[in-house]
């Protein structure tokens, strides 16, 4: 992607500028939900604005079809006959892209295949010291990674139903929203970290050092 203002060069999956008078800056990631159904979206956030981008003769975007279902249905892995392997996975498998900074200075990259997420829907893992919750919904596709500590304290937690999960205190949350809804912490947020849906062989690419949840 380009800047209007330099033309500046950037790359969408390290938010770095690569080419052009801005090389070498950084956009700062922010924490979302990297995709997610509509209506699951809808039900938990009901007074969401829609960003719809006009196309030619003021007609909205046609959704209707995925320009790119021939690439996704294909090994191809990157552009103009570009190859690039890490046969620690399958190039097309689709993993969970996570990055955290220790406290040390440090920043540790980790891949999730999804397949981990085939029959529940919650990793607790730690990386570089750091307690995480990896969340993804295989029917909404709903993902989320979150920080494990609560006031201090590291909680373990479990699924219950779609989209809520309970700690080992009790407390049951929303991984939607990443709130409490019951139990002693209600009302309480689960802080979010930067997380990316991704093929694999574009997270190895750009983060050769990145370890995979095993």
Same mark, same amino acid.
């Given at each position: 992607?380009?800047?209007?203002?330099?033309?500046?060069?950037?790359?969408?999956? !390290?938010?770095?500028?690569?080419?052009?008078?801005?090389?070498?800056?950084?956009?700062?990631?922010? /924490?979302?939900?990297?995709?997610?159904? *509509? +209506?699951? *979206?809808? @039900?938990?956030?009901?007074?969401?604005?829609?960003?719809?981008?006009? !196309?030619?003769?003021?007609?909205?975007?046609?959704?209707?079809?995925?320009?790119?279902?021939?690439?996704?249905?294909?090994?191809?892995?990157?552009?103009?006959?570009? #190859?690039?392997?890490?046969?620690?996975?399958?190039? +097309?498998?689709?993993?969970?892209?996570?990055?955290?900074?220790?406290?040390?200075?440090?920043?540790?990259?980790?891949?999730?295949?999804?397949?981990?997420?085939?029959? !529940?829907?919650?990793?607790?893992?730690?990386?570089?010291?750091?307690?995480?919750?990896?969340?993804?919904? +295989?029917?909404?596709?709903?993902? /989320?990674?979150?920080?494990?500590?609560? /006031?201090? #304290?590291?909680?373990?937690? =479990?699924? +219950?139903?779609?989209?809520? /999960?309970?700690?080992?205190?009790?407390? @049951?949350?929303?991984?939607?929203?990443?709130?409490?809804?019951?139990?002693?912490?209600?009302?309480?947020?689960?802080?979010?970290?930067?997380?990316?849906?991704?093929? *694999?062989?574009? *997270?190895?690419?750009?983060?050769?050092?990145? =370890?995979?949840?095993?």
């Amino acid at each position: 992607m380009y800047d209007h203002q330099t033309r500046s060069l950037w790359s969408h999956i !390290t938010g770095e500028a690569i080419q052009g008078p801005l090389t070498g800056r950084q956009l700062k990631p922010l /924490a979302s939900m990297p995709q997610i159904a *509509w +209506k699951t *979206w809808q @039900r938990n956030y009901p007074r969401t604005r829609v960003l719809s981008v006009p !196309t030619g003769g003021g007609m909205r975007e046609n959704r209707s079809q995925d320009v790119y279902a021939d690439y996704h249905a294909s090994q191809r892995a990157g552009v103009s006959g570009m #190859e690039y392997t890490d046969d620690r996975l399958p190039n +097309k498998s689709l993993v969970i892209g996570v990055q955290v900074q220790t406290e040390d200075g440090n920043t540790q990259f980790r891949a999730y295949p999804l397949t981990h997420f085939a029959e !529940t829907a919650i990793v607790n893992d730690i990386l570089g010291e750091v307690p995480l919750l990896i969340f993804h919904d +295989k029917a909404s596709f709903a993902t /989320a990674v979150f920080m494990r500590d609560v /006031a201090g #304290e590291v909680r373990t937690f =479990s699924p +219950k139903d779609r989209h809520f /999960a309970e700690d080992n205190t009790g407390t @049951r949350w929303n991984l939607i929203t990443g709130e409490a809804i019951s139990g002693k912490d209600n009302g309480a947020r689960l802080e979010r970290l930067p997380a990316v849906n991704i093929y *694999w062989f574009a *997270w190895a690419r750009y983060h050769p050092e990145t =370890s995979i949840y095993r």
